[in-house]
C-alpha cells in the first residue's frame, strides 16, 4: 500500500486528504491494505485507473469525505502525471465548462489557436469543495518538477 499509494507520488494529494480522517497515517495504510484484501485486489494487477477507482470506493466505504471533493482530489493526481486523452471515468463532466475553458485559453493564449493549446495543455475545471470557487486549472506537460516528475500547474483567470 506504501509502494502504491505513497512512495509512487501518484497521489500525493489525495492521501494528504485521506490522512486527516485517520489518528495516524499508518491507521490510513491499515484501512486501504484490509479494503485491498476484502476486494480481493491483491490477486492480479490492476490497471492504473482501477487504482484510482479503488481509493474513490475506499473513501466512500472508510471515510466521511463528500465523493465531489474526493473526485476532484483525484484528478488532480492523476492530470499531474500525465496527459491522458481519454477521460478518467471518476473525474466530474467538463461538458458544460467547455466555452468557458476556450474563453479562459483564448486569454491566457490569445497568440494561440484553441486547439494548439488543448493540444499542448489540459485544462481541467475544479469547483467546490474542492476549491473556493471554480478554478480554470492547466496542466503544463512541458515544464515539470524535477523531482516528482509532476507537471507544472497554473490558475486561469477567468
Not at 488532480?76 to 471515468?89: I, M, Q
Not at 495543455?121 to 480554470?136: A, G, L, M, R, S
Request: hydrophobic share 35%.
Amino acid at each position: 500500500m506504501v509502494e502504491t499509494y505513497y512512495n509512487s507520488g501518484q497521489f500525493s494529494n489525495t492521501v494528504k486528504v485521506l490522512c486527516k480522517q485517520f489518528d495516524r497515517p499508518f491507521l490510513l495504510y491499515e484501512a486501504l491494505s484490509d479494503e485491498y484484501r476484502a476486494r480481493k485486489m491483491h490477486e492480479k494487477k490492476h490497471s492504473r485507473e482501477a487504482q484510482y477507482q479503488f481509493i474513490r470506493d475506499f473513501a466512500a466505504a472508510r471515510t466521511t469525505l463528500d465523493d465531489i471533493l474526493v473526485r476532484q482530489v483525484l484528478t488532480l493526481d492523476y492530470y499531474l502525471r500525465d496527459y491522458a486523452r481519454k477521460r478518467p471515468s471518476f473525474a466530474l463532466e467538463q461538458d458544460s465548462y467547455k466555452e468557458e475553458i476556450r474563453a479562459v485559453c483564448l486569454k491566457a493564449f490569445p497568440e494561440s489557436s484553441y486547439k494548439d493549446v488543448i493540444r499542448d495543455y489540459h485544462i481541467e475545471v475544479f469547483v467546490p469543495p474542492f476549491t473556493d470557487e471554480k478554478q480554470f486549472v492547466l496542466f503544463d506537460y512541458q515544464h515539470r518538477d524535477p523531482l516528482d516528475q509532476n507537471a507544472e500547474i497554473r490558475v486561469l483567470t477567468w
